[in-house]
């Protein structure tokens, strides 16, 4: 079945430091991808998307794009700030399935001042 | 715009007793609403798609009498934890996806339930 493979967090950085958390995908179709980005005691907000591939996602400095090659959606910015502090998520959501979202296992983030 | 506002957000009960979450959207209608459980410092779990007007599809080895879900209408669905048990505390979330697009799902910001 489908599934998301997040890199293993904690990431801890310093503030303006360059932030990649890596994410791939198996998937049959074309599915569309997603980073979501919780907060401590929230729920999940959508960061970015992309729906085929090359596309690029891009919001508030944070980008990714969709790889079908390496079936990759790396989320990358190059200057963290200490907002940005938060456990990140990798999605997939295929069209050829039930539209549900499959999610890998989130990527803590820390950014020190 | 598209707000999803989820009730409680916090409830703390004894073990036995019946826990109703509620998920609205509020500014937009959702045929579709998907619920999901969390544990510490793990993923997201869905645990079942509550159609407007129909049965919930539940995922594998999610029991259905345990988790009633009601989708009454196309702005609100619960989830009811029947005779909950310590095992079940977790955080819940929803989210619902808007009748005019395809994605994203919007999610509310969530119920954390203990039961003591």
């Known amino acids: 079945g489908d599934s998301v493979t997040q890199m293993e967090g904690p990431v801890t950085l310093s503030e303006e430091a360059f932030l990649t958390i890596n994410c791939t995908y198996t998937a049959t179709g074309y599915p569309s991808l997603f980073w979501y980005v919780q907060y401590p005691g929230e729920g999940l907000q959508l960061l970015l998307k992309a729906t085929k591939a090359d596309d690029k996602g891009s919001n508030k400095g944070f980008e990714a794009t969709y790889r079908k090659e390496t079936t990759s959606f790396h989320l990358e910015k190059g200057s963290v700030q200490v907002s940005d502090s938060a456990v990140y998520f990798c999605?997939?959501?295929?069209?050829?399935?039930?539209?549900?979202?499959?999610f890998g296992k989130g990527t803590k983030l820390t950014v020190n001042p | 715009g598209a707000v999803v506002s989820q009730h409680p957000s916090w409830v703390i009960c004894k073990s036995g007793t019946s826990v109703k979450i509620e998920c609205r959207s509020l500014?937009?209608?959702?045929?579709?609403m998907f619920w999901y459980r969390q544990f510490p410092k793990q993923s997201l779990m869905l645990m079942a798609t509550s159609n407007e007007g129909s049965k919930a599809t539940y995922e594998q080895g999610v029991e259905k009498d345990k988790f009633l879900i009601n989708h009454a209408s196309l702005t609100l669905s619960t989830l009811t934890v029947t005779s909950a048990h310590p095992e079940d505390s977790s955080f819940y979330i929803c989210s619902a996806r808007d009748v005019q697009g395809y994605q994203p799902q919007h999610f509310g910001d969530g119920t954390r339930l203990s039961i003591l």
């Open positions: 999605a997939l959501s295929n069209v050829s399935g039930s539209e549900k979202l499959v």
């Open positions: 500014d937009f209608q959702a045929t579709t």
